[in-house]
């Protein structure tokens, strides 16, 4: 992810690597993309949009030996007048299979660097999110999921990874870490979520399940109570709270009552000097 201002020009190096044992001829093109419905998705074939019209390749293909490697360079040229916000695009490296005469399908296989581009003045907008309720659910075969809802809450879009740990569960018991389901791609404001499946044999619960979720370096945790409900049905979606909260709340709980204590103490000891005034 690169932030650059109206008319600036970056060139990165990349590495495409022949994992056959085969001679390979690979072909190397820029091609659009957006990210909806939160998810990173690839335009067709070689359609172009913005940000992949801005992309010179210095070369188109590679020619690569059996396990054999080469570099290859991608320069991003910006217009002066291009209009601030960011843009996607993919760079592909493509292989296609020998054509068959008898079929009327030939096979592509290829491979891409994802390419996000923030477009405006200054420093980098804030990348942030948050985590929103943990919804636990079986299904019909009873393997238990938790999905966790996640809000963009910044200015850059977000690919989101991470894991979750059940404990304090029937007997104490403790399960994971669990990853979560990689895929989720959030633009600014939108909300998803991400799932984490875990082994069939988890029981129902009731667990506490901790949350761990990043995106590059923003990282966010959250906690809640979930139970896993029957197969083939979703459970009661819990709520989560932030590690310091409940601290907090009991900390800040425990000062107002030792305040209530301390002033009937102090009433009680102004009430009987009084009376011990009066009497005398």
């Keep these: 992810m690169d932030h650059l201002p ?8 990349m590495l495409v690597s022949n994992k056959t044992d ?17 998810r990173f998705q690839f335009g067709e074939g070689r359609t172009a949009n913005e940000l992949s019209s801005w992309i010179s390749l210095d070369q188109e293909t590679l020619d690569l030996k059996p ?54 003045t200054g420093g980098e907008p804030p990348s942030s999110f948050s985590i929103g309720e943990l919804t636990p659910a079986r299904d019909t ?4 999921s938790v999905r966790v809802a996640v809000q ?20 104490g018991m403790r399960a994971g870490p669990f990853d979560v389901v990689e895929g989720t791609t959030l633009r600014p404001g939108e909300s998803g979520s991400v799932l984490a499946v875990l082994p069939r044999d988890v029981p129902n619960g009731p667990w506490q399940i901790s949350v761990n979720l990043e995106s590059g370096l923003v990282k966010e945790t959250a906690s809640a109570s979930i139970t896993f409900p029957d197969p083939g049905r979703v459970g009661k979606p819990g709520s989560p709270l932030s590690r310091l ?14 305040l209530v204590v301390l002033t009937g103490l102090v ?4 009430r009987s000097r009084r ?6």
Excluded: C, M
């Excluded at 009433?267 to 102004?270: N, Q, V, W």
């Excluded at 009376?275 to 005398?280: F, P, Y």
């Design 6 to 13: 109206p008319g600036s020009v970056i060139k990165r190096q």
């Design 22 to 38: 085969e001679r390979q001829r690979i072909e190397l093109y820029p091609a659009a993309a957006t990210v909806a419905d939160a």
């Design 67 to 120: 396990r054999g490697e080469a570099r290859f360079r991608a320069t991003i040229t910006v217009p002066p007048q291009a209009s601030r916000g960011e843009r996607y695009a993919v760079i592909w490296a493509s292989v296609a299979s020998a054509a068959d005469p008898g079929a009327n399908v030939n096979k592509i296989h290829r491979v891409g660097i994802r390419t996000y581009l923030d477009i405006g």
């Design 141 to 144: 075969l009873g393997v238990p």
């Design 152 to 171: 963009n809450t910044g200015e850059r879009a977000l690919d989101l990874s991470g894991s979750v740990t059940l404990s304090d569960g029937p007997a």
């Design 245 to 258: 909260g409940p601290l907090w709340v009991l900390v800040t709980g425990s000062l107002v009552v030792g």
């Design 267 to 270: 009433l009680l000891i102004r």
């Design 275 to 280: 009376r011990t005034t009066v009497s005398g």
